[in-house]
């Protein structure tokens, strides 16, 4: 059959499936607002990291081009800012992860695309596009949540616990923060740094514009003594803007202190800098039009996730192959297509959106012992680390009390 | 963890499911209200054709205990009584089928389960007895839907469009009719006659307590002129009954007819007679209960479909196998373990059920077109008739017209 894919949106989700089509000959048409040499001048647009699993796919597009031990990453560290007695363990992957800039990495693979014989339209979308965008492709696959288009899907409470943020976010990139070095005794990693009952950080050493840089993302629970950075304005007062982050930081998150120089301590550039928060919402796959034709949703507009446990990215890329590989091998876009394409995509899918629902909780008395156990069984820390890759797996571990009581029983068992 | 499974029922599924736990070192209990020895002096069950798939996992389980080429069959004759012209054609199965009467089939392999020390407890379920049983074991698999049992699932609307009878059902065990012979020059199979806007006859050579017999199968539409039969009397008038069947055979299913010896034409045995109806009907997976325990559908009681597709036994013991790999992997008998086995069995079980309700409505053009083409195209009706083992397979060629015809064309391109 002839299949003419249009794409509204140019993130990762979008933009995996572009190039997947494209390599197995399918005509796809993005269309997205923001033309490359805008995205110089944007301001931070989130600050992700890729883990293996998603790098084995850039690498099957051909589009790595960030294939350099110099920026990637092994493992995680776990701070706990337990008063008195912190806690810190380190669980490894597999398989290097890394975080690119997104406002270098969207733009070069645009170009791939292009420079392959990809088709990008450079417009905005208005409500009244839609029906006569519906009309022109085979099918649509809608990528961003921008205007009319994500909220043609609707809500699945289901599978949608919050009606409102649980995080507030501060994300800035960073000159001065030390996360390691290729070639220093400590490898590169990221810190997962928690301080009970005011929030996380994430600590995740980036390629930026100007190089290596470190990316701080302050996960600030509403109500608690960070919740403020959500408004601190930096352009007012830059000065002040890194006094009073450097006093919270010092406070909560004191082994990334530790490792700030605070005389080079500063945003790597104004526009570094993200505030905001997310609801975290799951959305349905499609929408059928009168003539039989179907939208589909991908990437955010299905499933947006707190950026917690960095799962946004590396979903969307993920299910960005699977639809990709049911177009390839669909002979109708029906309603039977969308199952196929959820058979394939939602287990994966729905398990980062619970498992990141989960951890914006307060831990579970099971979950308290599996983090005291990490502590001291490294092979333990290991998976949960490695399961980044794998939410499926990760939430067959998390999804009860039992089950987490189990894995410990389990693995602990096997190291005695 | 310790895994005690209670299973009530001793069907097909439930049988498979016990078979399969005791071979993976996994304690079931399977409970059921009829002894072994009671089954030669009940009614016929139901007549049921396993396809290769099932006689693999029959033969996985050690209880293939009729690997015969004298009992199986290896093909359907479709016969379209249109007047004036009718339609007759054949497509090959890559493996071969075959019916043994479930009277002998269930007691077989209830012994074959207590040879090998498995539990069987002999007693009619109560409405009162479910609390008591769901706390007894670990995890209660019904895969009976009588009593209170069946009806704690609650149906799912979405897939069960029918909320009364399609066909009215006359089943029966026969001798006198030819079904082919493994000696003979035509070997065996199974016929497929249509009666347009009256039903269905499925003949099935069949392993009955009298050697190998001839199922009939009538599917007949309300309203029609065979409707009739699902109340005419046997034990009253078997006389008036032969003559009255022989007489609708000849004029609706005369290619069957045609191979009766009216003479010998009779039920095997008087008890050899089924009349009624079934609602395809879709029922929730599991029912939780106050102590976070849970008791999981299997078979019927998730999903029983009309017999006219040959499927309810085949998605019972695939099922089975599904919900035993899950039990056998299980780390808790939870949501997420719902899921899991959702995942695996919902696919091939949902298709079988959609498959079957498509085909009790009358052709819509695109399935009259592949009738028709079925006619000239052997290699498409064999792969229409091996998808009898892959309802999921053949509902993604029939789930939509769009999907019929793209079915078609590839497939005549092919032969072209």
Redesign the interface.
Known sequence: ?EKSIGIVGAGIGGLHLALYLQKHGIQATVLTDRAPEQYAATRLMNTVAHHGVTVARENELGVNHWDDPEFVYHHHDHFFNFPGSPLLFRGAFKQPSRAVDYRIYLPALMKDFEDRGGAIEYASIQDDDIPALVSRFDLLVVSTGKGALGRMFSHRPELSPYNQPQRLLCVGLYDGVDHGSPQGGDPRGVTLSVSPGHGEMIVIPTLTFGGMKTALLMENIPGGDLAELVSLNYDNDPSAFRQTLLDKLETHHPHTYDRIDTHRFDLAQPLDLLQGAVVPTVRRSSVGFDDGRLAIALGDVHSVVDPMMGQGANMASYAAFELGKAITEA??F???FVE?VD?ARE?RVLAAARWTNLMLQPPSEAMGRLIVTMAQNRALCDEFTDNFNYPERQ??RL??D??IH??ID?RTRLAA
């Open positions: 059959m002979v109708a029906d309603d039977r196929t058979r287990n939430w067959d999804a009860s039992r089950r189990a894995w389990d």
